[in-house]
């Protein structure tokens, strides 16, 4: 044989993962995809931060063309799912005052220039879209029928699953390994509102991160869920816009999210200080007085998760140090669109070039001395 017709054997690259939530999942699987060697390491039981406690609202209703971007990119991977793992009932934002209507038709403008699937609904048709929802005070609204509920939990664990069947390996109750950087090529940091300790703990915080830590912090939100209620099967997910509060059916229950004010910018998961189980609640009452079908259930359970927030609420991926990626900070939406960021941060680490697709969402936004303020993207 020729010394020409030796092609050389390419090196495997060898990655390393913290975190076994969607991010880091969709990541892990779209590198294996890429022909990586992938290891995910997570600290405590698999999908036990954000993503196994989350809402499970996926929309493409974004302000930012960016985000918008990468929902839509994640879209068809939503699409693919069984019924039972992703439901196409839309999103329904309801105008009730003249606030929340100039708002709202001001968003529709800017989400149909924006190439996203929505309508303006009158209150006939919210009622017609939404039935069994009192729309005596609604004054139209804003509709994504692509848009709709999914399981995170279930999701993410079946993601995990195919990545071990496409020859990753997961390391449970195992936290990044301190000197992981000499056993992989690369390492992508996906836990969340942890990561900047992890950074810390790899000592890139002060150095590499402009003399800053990485901008991201914790707030808490809690979710309930009710008893089984009678209700439409098609019922969308409704947010009441004026102040976020918003339901979606999962199966025989309602979920509800409940709103903070004011924010509770803490790592503390104890519920909600206004949904107590036990008693006929402010946010059941809410529930009941939008969806009368809600009135012959109560509170069965209450839970809740950490947004890992940063200060403009858009997610940092990126290039942080050699070698080591971070994707986190996705302040309550990651989930949606997570098949999107896995993919694209699995060609930026085997290709070497960062696609367009990231170049939002660079560190370099930031400077010190940055405050946080929670903005909805609801
Ligand atoms: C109450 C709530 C509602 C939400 N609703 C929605 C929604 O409707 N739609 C939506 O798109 N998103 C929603 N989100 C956000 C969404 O859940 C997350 O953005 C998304 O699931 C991505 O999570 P992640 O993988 O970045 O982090 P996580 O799921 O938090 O995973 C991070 C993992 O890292 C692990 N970890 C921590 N430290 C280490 C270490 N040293 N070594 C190894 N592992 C470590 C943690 O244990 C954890 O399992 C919600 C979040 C919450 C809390």
Redesign the pocket.
């Known amino acids: 044989m020729s010394k020409k017709s030796l092609a050389p054997i390419p090196k495997t690259m060898r990655v390393a993962i ?7 999942a969709s990541v892990g699987l779209a590198l294996q995809t890429l022909g990586a060697t992938t290891s995910i ?4 039981s698999l ?12 929309r493409q209703q974004f302000t930012d063309p960016a985000e918008i971007e990468l929902a839509q990119r994640s879209l068809p991977f939503f699409e693919s799912l069984p019924r039972a793992l992703f439901d196409p009932v839309g999103y329904l934002y309801l105008a009730t005052d003249d606030r929340t209507e100039s708002e709202l038709r001001s968003r529709y403008q800017v989400q149909r220039d924006l190439g996203v699937t929505c309508d303006w609904l009158d209150r006939e048709s919210v009622a017609r879209t939404a039935v069994g929802v009192v729309t005596d005070d609604v004054r139209g609204a804003l509709f994504g029928p692509r848009d709709g509920t999914a399981e ?1 939990s279930e999701i ?1 664990h079946h993601l995990l699953r195919q990545f071990l069947l496409a020859g990753g390996q997961i390391h449970e109750s ?3 390994p301190a000197d992981v950087l000499s056993h992989f090529d690369a390492v992508v940091i ?3 509102c ?1 990561t900047p300790s ?1 950074l810390d703990g790899l000592g890139i915080a002060r150095t590499e991160l402009a003399n800053a830590r990485l901008p991201i912090a914790a707030l808490t ?3 309930a869920e009710t008893t089984i209620v009678q209700c439409h099967d098609r019922l969308p997910l409704v947010i009441e816009t004026h102040d976020g509060f918003h339901f979606r059916r999962r199966g025989d229950r309602i979920r509800i ?1 409940i709103s903070d004010a004011p924010p509770r910018w803490t790592t503390d998961l104890d519920p909600a200080p206004n949904c107590d189980p036990h008693w006929g609640n402010e946010p059941l009452e809410r529930l009941r007085r939008r969806l009368p079908a809600a009135r012959t259930g109560s509170i069965e359970r209450v839970w ?5 927030v940063t200060p403009d609420s858009k997610p940092i991926i990126d290039k942080v140090s050699e070698n080591v990626y971070v ?2 900070g ?1 302040s ?7 098949p999107a960021v896995g993919e694209g941060l699995a060609k930026w680490i085997t290709c070497g070039t960062r696609p367009g697709l990231l170049a939002s969402f660079a560190l370099k936004r930031f400077h010190t001395g940055v405050r946080y303020e929670y903005h909805s993207p609801l």
């Not at 913290?18 to 880091?24: C, D, F, V």
């Not at 390491?41 to 405590?44: S, T, V």
């Not at 809740?304 to 890992?308: H, I, P, R, V, W």
């Open positions: 913290a975190g076994s939530g969607a991010i880091g390491f997570e600290l405590r999908v036990a931060g954000a993503s196994g406690r989350a809402f499970g609202g996926i995170p993410t195992s936290p990044l996906a836990t969340g942890e992890i939100r809690s979710l999210a809740s998760g950490l947004y890992d994707a986190a996705f309550g939406h990651g989930f949606m669109i997570s």
